[in-house]
């Protein structure tokens, strides 16, 4: 057990549909990270947030969209859902001192768009 | 930019036989890290092994070490006395060493599908 949780485990949607992934981050980490998944991209880098600020964006759709809460939560929101977007989606966290620190995964959320 | 890659997708090893996974990267970086993850059949991924591109010494851990040719840009991965449990996708990443920004992000492979024959 990694310390990262990622609700829900799964998650079967429509097409045009919008959901909302949940993430808790472990104890004392700041930094969240979110990876895709998919047969097709690979494991691929979403976007980071650190301390509640958008830290980097990687390849992102303008239709999804994340947040970092006080507690520091994070949730990745994907809209209008396209059957492409079927991907396992990661959280990962990270304390993130000057040199970076170890990515701690979650289990990740399956979501499947029909 | 960065790339990583594994050239093979799967390979196949005999129960408490050794096989070496095989990762090369590229970027003009001189201080990064590299890691190999685990990805089980639970999908779950779990950090295995991590080298510092300073550190001249091969990292180990355990049944498992790396073989890290910074020059050649190569950074292989060995895991000894193979058990079934080791069966997985193995993912080499990278990830630059300076803080904040972009760049702490990982980068990854294609993965390496290793099945463990009993």
């Known amino acids: 057990d990694s310390g990262v949780t990622q609700t829900p485990k799964h998650l079967i949607t429509a097409t045009g549909q919008r959901v909302t992934l949940r993430c808790s981050p472990r104890?004392?980490?700041?930094?969240v990270y979110w990876y895709q998944q998919s047969l097709d991209q690979g494991l691929q880098f979403l976007i980071q947030y650190y301390n509640g600020e958008e830290r980097a964006k990687g390849n992102i759709l303008e239709r999804f969209s994340a947040q970092q809460f006080p507690d520091l939560h994070s949730e990745l929101n994907l809209s209008s859902l396209e059957l492409g977007d079927s991907a396992l989606y990661f959280c990962?966290?990270?304390?993130?001192?000057?040199?970076?620190?170890?990515?701690?995964f979650g289990p990740g959320t399956r979501l499947t768009v029909l | 930019a960065q790339t990583v890659t594994q050239s093979q997708p799967e390979m196949s090893v005999q129960e408490a036989e050794t096989v070496t996974l095989s990762c090369t990267y590229d970027?003009?970086?001189?201080?990064?890290?590299l890691f190999w993850y685990k990805q089980p059949p639970s999908r779950q991924m779990i950090l295995v092994i991590r080298?510092?591109?300073?550190?001249?010494q091969n990292a180990t851990e355990n049944r498992f070490s790396v073989n890290f040719q910074k020059a050649a840009k190569s950074f292989s991965l060995k895991i000894s006395d193979s058990q079934l449990g080791d069966a997985a996708m193995y993912f080499c990443?990278?990830?630059?060493?300076?803080?904040?920004?972009?760049?702490?992000?990982?980068?990854f492979g294609t993965g390496t599908l290793l099945a463990v024959q009993p």
């Open positions: 990962a966290s990270s304390v993130e001192t000057y040199r970076g620190n170890e990515q701690f």
């Open positions: 104890s004392g980490d700041l930094s």
């Open positions: 970027t003009s970086e001189s201080d990064y890290y």
């Open positions: 080298q510092e591109a300073y550190k001249q």
């Open positions: 990443a990278y990830r630059s060493a300076r803080h904040g920004g972009a760049t702490n992000k990982l980068i």
